[in-house]
Each structure stands twice: as structure tokens, then as C-alpha cells.
Nanobody, 120 residues
Framework: QVQLVESGGGLVQPGGSLRLSCAAS????????MSWYRQAPGKERELVAV????????YYPDSAKGRFTISRDNAKNTLYLQMNSLKPEDTAVYYC?????????????WGQGTQVNVSS
């Protein structure tokens, strides 16, 4: 059974840090481009970071650049997101996504999300 399970969310004060994890099972992570997204109440889901299969290419939108770091441990089938200098506007449910395209077929899996609250 294909599954992505996020963990590591919680309540943190502004300026603090959190490390999110996304554990994959039922498929081999190394074959997938991995991403983190987030969705705040009343807002659309937005991209936070993307990392290619071997980690050779990484992308962050301006909102995450310089504060967030995406990484992957393919041996452990796990994706990470290190978040530093957190701001109240980072409060959201954070999701990981796995995606690959093979023979013109797109395979995409999402986790159930982990809540991050940044508040004093």
C-alpha cells in the first residue's frame, strides 16, 4: 500500500525552528520528485519546496527561500523540511507529495498533512 506520512509539526514561537519528516512506504522514493506544500485556512495550497530524485536540483519560492531547506534520504525513503526563522504566516497544514512520470503516465501521492502553528 502506497503511503506518505508526515510528522514533526507542532506549535512554535516566531523565530523558532521545526523539522518536518515525510516517510514513504509502498514505493521507492528515489524514483520520485518530492515536494512540500502548505495550506493555510481559507487559502489555496501553495508550493514550499521541490527536490529532484537524486537531490541535484532544488527550488524554493520566495516565501521559503533562505529559511527552509528540503532534503531527502533515499536510503531511508524519507523526505525532510527544515524550517528556520518561522513566522506567524507560516502557520498551515504541511503536505508532502511524490510524483513521477513513466510511459506518459503520471503517478502522484500525497500525505495526510501535519499542522504547523507559529504563534507567541
Amino acid at each position: 500500500q502506497v503511503q506518505l506520512v508526515e510528522s514533526g509539526g507542532g506549535l512554535v514561537q516566531p523565530g523558532g525552528s521545526l523539522r518536518l519528516s515525510c516517510a514513504a512506504s509502498g514505493f521507492i522514493l528515489i524514483s520520485y520528485v518530492m515536494s512540500w506544500y502548505r495550506q493555510a485556512p481559507g487559502k489555496e495550497r501553495e508550493l514550499v519546496a521541490v527536490i529532484t530524485t537524486a537531490g541535484g536540483s532544488i527550488y524554493y519560492p520566495d516565501s521559503a527561500k533562505g529559511r527552509f531547506t528540503i532534503s531527502r534520504d533515499n536510503a531511508k525513503n524519507t523526505l525532510y523540511l527544515q524550517m528556520n526563522s518561522l513566522k506567524p504566516e507560516d502557520t498551515a497544514v504541511y503536505y508532502c507529495k511524490a510524483r513521477r512520470i513513466a510511459a506518459s503516465i503520471s503517478y502522484e501521492y500525497w500525505g495526510q498533512g501535519t499542522q504547523v502553528n507559529v504563534s507567541s
